[in-house]
């Protein structure tokens, strides 16, 4: 598997030259970042080079078409996904994310049908360039409430759903933190083919009731309650080789962005030591 970060977690970094740049130095692989903004600022050639140098590749981008609102919001996020998808085709990265609100102030039935449509249409255009679409099911309680009508959480919901949209580029985004606030456990794991996982993020858990955890909360690996050695087993016994990429939600922090590197790379040494 791929040990790869997004930002999320780092602190303040100053230009994706220093976040490319710090990763490799604490034997990162990936690193999630706007592949448009990295050729944009460094030209196509400059941004191959620029990763090519350091040994990093770009494991993700954000999916930006907002899809969850208005069909005209929909529409004019649309124009920009082309430009972003051959940016990304040009940098060798194959994968897009998007969440998954589990609840939401819409009627549900309309809701679904429209999302089912859009995700559709996306998982279209980027396949058209060899990038695949993952979905990411969001497990917090909390969340399930915040809006009037209950969506999916579950990672069952989410490949049911993969079924309903009918394009086979679309995938699982498995985060470690959703995964916990399910009640899931390793073993859960192993129901799956490695081909319905496209990305992973992995991060902790504090010593709370899974009901009581906040999205917004999170520890670095190896720091909290959650199994990721055995989550992590379960992802390499049914051949997942993917990238396995931090994302730490959490409040501001009085450490620096090197000495959060140093947490996240002890971090992965830690869960991934036993593998």
């Keep these: 598997m791929i040990r790869g970060l997004t930002k999320a977690g780092l602190g303040e970094i100053s230009s994706n030259e ?10 990162f692989q990936s690193v999630d970042l706007n592949p448009l903004e990295l050729v944009q600022e460094y030209g196509k050639e400059g941004a191959i080079e620029l990763l090519e140098n350091h040994g990093v590749m770009i494991g993700s981008f954000g999916l930006e078409v907002d899809w969850r609102t208005t069909e005209a919001s929909f529409l004019e996020g649309m124009k920009s996904l082309i430009e972003m998808a051959e940016a990304a085709a040009a940098l060798n990265c194959t994968t897009c994310c998007t969440y998954i609100l589990p609840s939401t102030d819409l009627p549900v039935a309309p809701f679904m049908i429209a999302a089912t449509r859009r995700l559709r249409l996306c ?27 209950p969506t999916i959480w579950t990672m069952e919901d989410t490949l049911e759903w993969m079924e309903a949209i009918k394009v086979r580029n679309v995938g699982l985004l498995l985060d470690s933190y959703h995964f916990h606030t399910n009640g899931l456990n390793p073993e859960d794991l192993l129901k799956l083919k490695p081909e319905q996982i496209t990305y992973v993020h992995i991060n902790d858990a504090k010593p ?16 909290g309650t959650i199994d990721l050695i055995g989550f992590l087993r379960s992802l390499k016994k049914i051949g997942y080789t993917g990238v396995v990429a931090q994302e730490v939600l959490a409040p501001a922090s009085s450490e620096s962005s090197l000495e959060l590197f140093v947490r996240s790379q002890t971090g992965f040494d830690k869960v991934f030591a036993s593998l």
Excluded: C, M
């Design 208 to 223: 709370l009731p899974i009901e009581k955890l906040l999205d917004s909360d999170r520890l670095y690996p190896g720091e």
């Design 18 to 27: 220093e976040y490319i740049r710090t990763a490799s130095q604490f034997g």
């Design 123 to 149: 998982a279209d255009i980027l396949g058209a360039y060899g990038i695949s679409l993952a979905l990411e099911f969001v497990g917090p309680h909390h969340l399930r409430t915040q809006w009037a009508n």
